[in-house]
């Protein structure tokens, strides 16, 4: 009976210690420090806009802006990779189509890389975050790149590419901030 009184003394304690003492993750961002992050961006303006513009930022820590970053990202990409592939199956143009194709297999490594990297912030692993944000970001310039001179839907798929790559450029620094913390 001794034994049952003092764990139970034992665990009552640990428990109003943990309770008293946050964990290391969950220093709260301040709006000086998200743009301070956003500063590290080409645009810090609308880096900052984006972030504060999402109700999941009011009281995030490092790790959950990275993944705020993340997910709007993987939205973004999941919604042009749609829209890309609308293009192939209306195209009746096959050098057309093979450049919509090619695109297409761009932004599927990409959503790809960026699920990589939200399972990453999950389980931690941090430090393997940067080779897929690059490779991310290479997924992009490459599409980029196969829309040299193209059409109207070309050119509409190159802005919303643009906005990919901006997107992703936000998660390389919100996630490289999570190794300083």
């Known amino acids: 009976m001794a034994s049952f009184g003092t764990s139970f003394m034992l665990t009552l304690i640990s428990i109003v210690f943990m309770s008293i003492a946050p964990p290391v993750t969950s220093n709260r961002l301040t709006d000086t420090d998200i743009k301070h992050l956003c500063s590290k961006t080409n645009n810090l303006e609308s880096c900052y806009k984006l972030l504060k513009s999402d109700p999941r930022t009011t009281n995030v820590n490092a790790r959950g802006l990275a993944e705020v970053s993340v997910d709007l990202a993987s939205k973004k990409a999941n919604k042009i990779h749609s829209l890309i592939n609308s293009f192939v199956n209306k195209s009746h143009d096959s050098r057309l189509k093979n450049i919509y194709k090619s695109c297409s297999s761009n932004y599927n490594d990409a959503i790809h890389d960026l699920n990589v990297i939200k399972n990453y912030l999950k389980s931690g692993a941090f430090k393997n975050i940067p080779v897929q944000v690059k490779d991310a970001s290479d997924e992009m310039k490459q599409c980029k ?28 620094v919100t996630s490289s901030n999570l190794s300083k913390n």
Request: hydrophobic share 40%; aromatic share 8%.
């Open 145 to 172: 790149k196969v829309f040299g001179g193209a059409t109207s839907d070309g050119a509409h798929i190159k802005k919303r590419n643009q906005e990919v790559e901006f997107l992703i450029s936000i998660i390389e």
